[in-house]
Structure formats: structure tokens, C-alpha cells
């Protein structure tokens, strides 16, 4: 439920990279705050422009010395109530040190990689990401596995909020008779997402001569979209289709067209697309990361790939699991009801506008 009028927040500047995940999270938060300013590094999409009160493009890289001096001279001009800074890394750098004079209460949204990844490269890394942190006078996190590794970094007197971008809406629930038998895997084209090894594994269930009637669609793209496609023709695959980038409401039919959904990425906090894969009633098949056991237990309500590299074993079972209507059915039940309770979009967004009010010492 959103928040009344009479509650939103006057001003707030957001300070993030342009992604989607930036994009979905000023449409979330727009509803509850008067006034959003923006400084990203990238052009603002078309119908999100209009719910800014004023932007800025900056560069985030570190090596950006002028960054800094930038954004603070816009924070001064705008003169928001609230800072929320959008991942701990160069974001936060350049974010965190222009607001350290102005006295401004200041969230930060830590993404997962930015946590989990950055501080293991070096220790100038790892110094960095701590400094963000501690900078912060709230931080948010989507997992329970990523909150403890934020408070490893920044110390047991941080204040953490749980807090994720949820699924947009709960769809209408749908008797798994009508679902195709299709594995669907919507993961970005990108080394962290391990793709290829989920063709690798496809290629040894089309060989094993069990559920020929079953097919793979490859949704999404990236940077590894050719040579995945490339991989797929050298691996012979005859079952496994490459549906490209497709829209919101596109990858809400697939995944309701779907019986199994499967993402294993080496490193993960809570992924909106487990969540909207969960609500459509899909069977998950994930890799053993500490924030996918937030949502799935395995042989509960999915499936964890312990080994990746013998992804095609799990996949058999879980297709074997999800191709009887009545298990699915159970499952998908299940995974609804705990999507219903913590991953939807509205409610996870009137999460931060309490987060803003409690920072700015007003709320209720």
C-alpha cells in the first residue's frame, strides 16, 4: 500500500548509476517523495525524466577527480532533506565525500557485488567499500547474507534496513496444466551469470534421451550474448531457443509459460528475477549461494546446484519434479505466498520512505 500525500517526503537527491535497477527504483520511490533530483552517469530513460525535479550527469569512475567537487555544488543548489546513494563502490566514493561537509542525512543501497566482490580484489578496495559504508548513516540491504557481510565490513553499530525492489505485482495465479515444458533462464549475458554453463548442462540433457519434449529459452543479453549463441551452435544444441531482451510484460508470459526457471551466478543477493520466477510459479534451480537459501530450500520449494558443474543432474530432477502438475502446483503455492510476504515492489518501497522519515527524525 502506497504512503498517503500528506506523508511524502520534500525532497530527496538520488545518487546512482544508470541501470535498470536505478530506473525501477526512482519509479518505486516517486510516489512518496515531492521533489526527486538525480546524478547518474548515463542517459535518464524517457518516462522516468519526468518524475525528476532536476538532474545531473557525472562520471563515477575513480579516476574522476572533478566528481566530487560536482555533485557537491548540486547538492548545494538543490538542497535535498535526504542523500540516498545507490552501491557502495565509486558511487558511493565520489557521493559519500561531497556530502561529508553539507550535513545531510544519507541512506545507501548496497547491490550485491559492490559488497560481496569489490572488497575481495585488494585491500584499497576493500578500503574504499568500508569507508562508504561507515559513511553512511543507514544502509539497506536486500539479504540477510549481504547485511551480515556489510556489517562485517562496517562494524556492529551500523543500521541496517532489510529491504528489496520486489516483484511489481503478484500475478494471477495459474494451474501448472497450463504451463509449457520449457526451462527458462533470464540472467544477463555476463561472465558473473554463467550462462554457458547452463547451455553446457542443456547439451547433456538433450543427450541423456529423457524429456525430449522439453525446451530451453535463453532470455536476455550482454556483452557474451554472440558467443554464447556461438557456443550453443558448437554444442549442437537442438532444443535450446535465444529470445533476446525482452520487455516486462514479455518475460511476465515466459516465465508464466515456464515450469522451471534457472540461474546460477557465482555471487548473488536476493535477484528480482528469482522473485518474479517464484510468483509466476516456476520451480527455481539455483547455485549454492547463501542469499538464494533466504528464498529456497532445497527439495522444498526448488532446487540448489550444489556441483555447476553437474547443473545437468539437477536439471533432470527438477524437470522430472516440475513435470507433475500437482508438485508444481504445491511448490508455486508456496513460492507465491513467500513472494506475497517480502518481495513485492509497493510495499518494499514504502520500506524506504519509512527508512527516509526515520533518518530525517519524523516519523511516526
Known amino acids: 500500500m502506497t504512503e498517503p500525500v500528506s506523508d511524502k517526503i520534500a525532497s530527496v537527491a538520488v545518487i546512482g548509476s544508470a541501470s535498470v535497477h536505478t530506473w525501477r527504483f526512482l519509479r518505486g520511490i516517486a510516489p512518496h517523495v515531492e521533489r526527486v533530483f538525480l546524478a547518474c552517469n548515463g542517459e535518464v530513460p524517457a518516462d522516468v525524466a519526468p518524475l525528476l ?12 577527480l572533478g566528481t566530487v567537487a560536482r555533485l557537491r555544488a548540486w547538492l548545494r543548489e538543490t538542497r535535498p532533506q535526504l542523500l540516498h546513494i545507490h552501491q557502495a563502490n565509486s558511487v558511493a566514493w565520489h557521493g559519500s565525500r561531497a556530502a561529508a561537509s553539507l550535513d ?14 569489490l572488497p575481495d580484489r585488494n585491500p584499497l578496495m576493500r578500503a574504499m567499500v568500508r569507508a562508504n559504508l561507515a559513511a553512511a548513516d543507514a544502509i539497506t540491504s536486500d539479504s540477510l547474507h549481504m547485511a551480515a557481510k556489510i556489517r562485517e565490513l562496517a562494524g556492529e553499530g551500523c543500521r541496517i534496513r532489510l529491504l528489496n525492489y520486489g516483484m511489481d505485482a503478484m500475478p494471477a495465479p495459474a494451474a501448472s496444466a497450463s504451463k509449457g515444458k520449457t526451462v527458462l533462464s533470464c540472467r544477463l549475458h555476463k561472465p558473473l551469470y554463467r550462462v554457458d554453463a547452463i547451455l553446457r548442462a542443456w547439451q547433456r540433457v538433450e543427450r541423456s534421451g529423457r524429456f525430449d519434449d522439453w525446451r530451453l529459452t535463453v532470455a536476455a543479453s550482454g556483452s557474451e550474448t554472440e558467443a554464447l549463441r556461438r557456443l550453443a551452435a558448437e554444442l549442437g544444441l537442438s532444443r535450446a531457443d535465444f529470445a533476446g531482451f525482452v520487455d516486462s510484460a514479455t518475460l511476465g508470459r515466459m516465465y508464466a509459460e515456464s515450469r522451471v ?10 535477484s528480482v528475477s528469482l522473485l518474479e ?8 534451480i539455483l547455485s549454492n549461494l547463501p542469499a538464494n537459501g533466504e528464498w529456497v530450500i532445497d527439495g522444498l ?15 533432470l530432477r527438477a524437470m522430472e519434479w516440475a513435470g507433475e502438475d500437482a508438485r508444481l502446483d504445491e511448490v508455486a503455492a508456496l513460492n507465491r505466498r513467500l513472494v506475497a510476504d517480502k518481495g513485492l515492489h509497493q510495499p518494499n518501497m514504502a520500506g524506504f520512505a519509512r527508512l527516509y522519515r526515520e533518518l530525517l527524525g519524523s516519523d511516526n
Open 53 to 64: 525535479a532536476g538532474s545531473l550527469r557525472v562520471d563515477f569512475r575513480l579516476a574522476a
Open 104 to 117: 545531510l542525512p544519507m541512506a545507501l543501497t548496497a547491490w550485491g557485488s559492490d559488497v560481496l566482490l
Open 261 to 270: 526457471f534457472v540461474s546460477v551466478p557465482r555471487s548473488d543477493a536476493t
Open 277 to 284: 520466477a517464484m510468483g509466476h510459479g516456476c520451480l527455481p
Open 301 to 315: 520449494n526448488g532446487a540448489i546446484a550444489e556441483d555447476v558443474g553437474r547443473l545437468d543432474e539437477a536439471l
